[in-house]
Each structure stands twice: as C-alpha cells, then as structure tokens.
C-alpha cells in the first residue's frame, strides 16, 4: 500500500499540470522585484528567474504552447542599467509574451530600458511624452494565436503608480483612465477577431474587479498587491459578487499562477486554476540565467 501511494505522489509531483488536447494554458507571474537570481531578501530565500527557468521546463511550460504573461514591478528600486537589461532578457529566454509596467519599472535609469523591450514590455494605458507629442509604451494588445483561437492581451498600470513617482519622471509620462483604456481597446476588433481578452495589472483588487464587470468573458489577472490566504483561495483567484479575478498575491516573484481553458458551447471557459509556490530547494539557477548575469557583470547577491 505505501509502494502504490508513493507511485501516485510520485506521479503527480513529476506531472503536475498536465492539459489535455482542448485545453488552452496561461501562466502568470508578478512582481519580481528585481530578483533575477536565487537570493535572501528579507529573510526569505526568493526564487529568482534563475530557478524559474528550472521549473518551467521540469514542468513543460513553453513558449510555443502556452501563454506566458506578467502584470509587472520586475525591476527592484535599486536595479542598475546592467541589471535592468539582464532582467529583460532573462525574461525573453523564459519565453513571456507580455509583461507590464510597475511602478519599480519607472524610474530615470530604466525608461530607456523599457523603450528598447517594447515588444516584450508595455502598457497600454501609459504613454512617454514627447517634443512632437507622446508615445506608447509598447503594444496595446499583444494578439497571439493558439491552436484555433486568437487570444488579445492588455496590460494595464495603476493610476496609483503615480502616487509614489517623482515630480520629474511624473512630468515624462501620461497615464489613461484604465476603465476607458479596456472599452476601446476591446470594442475596436477591426483587423483581428479576438476569441479571448486577457487583462493584465498591476494596480488593486478594486481596480481589477471593476474591469472585470465590463465584460464576463474579459479574463483578468492583477500584481502589485499582497493578499491574505483569506482573500485569496489556494486556486489563485478573488470573488466578489460572481466576478472572479485572479493573482499570485506575491511581492517576491516566487509563484506561479496556472490557468486552463477548455472549449465549451459557449466560448473558452476557465476549467481549473492553482497558485504553486516554487520550492527554492528543489531547484537549480538555470545556466541560461548564469551566462546573461555574467554577461552583464552581475553577481549573486
């Protein structure tokens, strides 16, 4: 008896997140802060994207079949140039699709930094001003096709980002109602017919509630906030009034929130969702990550 259930736990820890051929995948993240490599911060062993990479690929995560998204905050307060950049590719290497805009991301050093990643970083409702006017800060809608449906991802930052920036770096940027953002953006499918609406934050379970009553169908995903085991169930997700929006509730980038899909007479419905807490001892810092760092001079910290 205890062979059989050694052989069921086995089994499932080595397969955790299997999906079936109708099922579509989106795997997210939030708020690295800055920890691209395993390290102590705050008392607390943190992940990093080191050892992110380990677990996507003992778990199958890919590019090519799943989506890969992040509501934001990557950068640490004190994150160099070099850094910065390092962080960026790390991401690239991971294979994300989108990532959002923190307000950790803001700052004099890295808004260079995040002009040159626009295919990879953006917001849609943040714009740099400009001599001639201003510019987005990457894609609004990043559209990506799986399998017979085409998905169209919104990242969004907060208003409350703002609160917090300097009178300088407020005076480079302008920032669109998020509400107001999401009804154009949505409401405008001219080129591309979008099965799927995935909406990524980084703001407040307040703001992320409201725009997931625009429209039932919107699939909405926010960082940036803390939340208790109370508010946030172990299937990653918040209630309120029927509405469902979904986070890691993490500040250190150490879980990975999974959704599935699965077709139904309706459209793609939300099958199954988890929060997993990756296991920094279980793990090794991916040599992908260790070559960018030392590219970049970096060292463990």
Not at 248 to 276: A, P, R, V
Request: net charge neutral; hydrophobic share 40%.
């Amino acid at each position: 008896m205890k062979f059989i259930s050694f052989s069921i736990f086995f089994i499932f820890s080595f397969f955790p997140f299997q999906v079936t051929a109708d099922d579509y995948r989106i795997i997210y993240s939030s708020s690295l802060t800055g920890n691209l490599y395993s390290c102590i911060c705050g008392l607390k062993l943190s992940v990093g994207l080191g050892k992110r990479l380990a677990f996507f690929k003992q778990n199958g995560i890919s590019h090519e079949k799943d989506i890969l998204v992040d509501t934001g905050n990557s950068l640490d307060v004190k994150s160099t140039t070099n850094k910065a950049k390092a962080i960026f590719e790390s991401f690239q290497i991971l294979g994300y699709h989108s990532i959002g805009i923190g307000q950790n991301d803001l700052q004099e050093s890295s808004l260079s930094i995040l002009e040159a990643n626009t295919y990879l970083t953006q917001s849609a409702n943040l714009s740099k001003r400009g001599f001639f006017g201003s510019s987005k800060l990457g894609k609004s809608v990043t559209y990506l096709k799986r399998k017979n449906k085409t998905f169209g991802i919104i990242n969004l930052t907060s208003p409350s980002v703002f609160y917090n920036l300097s009178k300088e770096m407020k005076s480079k940027l302008l920032l669109k109602d998020l509400e107001s953002t999401v009804t154009e953006i949505t409401s405008l499918e001219i080129d591309f017919l979008v099965d799927n609406w995935i909406i990524l934050l980084h703001g407040n379970q307040e703001e992320a509630l409201k725009i997931a009553s625009l429209n039932k169908n919107f699939i909405v995903i926010f960082g940036g906030e803390t939340l208790t085991k109370s508010s946030l169930n172990r299937s990653g997700y918040l209630e309120v009034n029927g509405i469902k929006v979904y986070s890691t509730g993490d500040l250190l980038g150490d879980k990975i929130g999974i959704l599935n899909l699965k077709e139904s007479e309706s459209g793609l419905i939300i099958k199954s969702s988890e929060i997993i807490e990756m296991n920094v001892n279980q793990l090794t810092d991916s040599e992908e990550i260790l070559d960018i760092m030392k590219k970049y001079n970096l060292k463990p910290e």
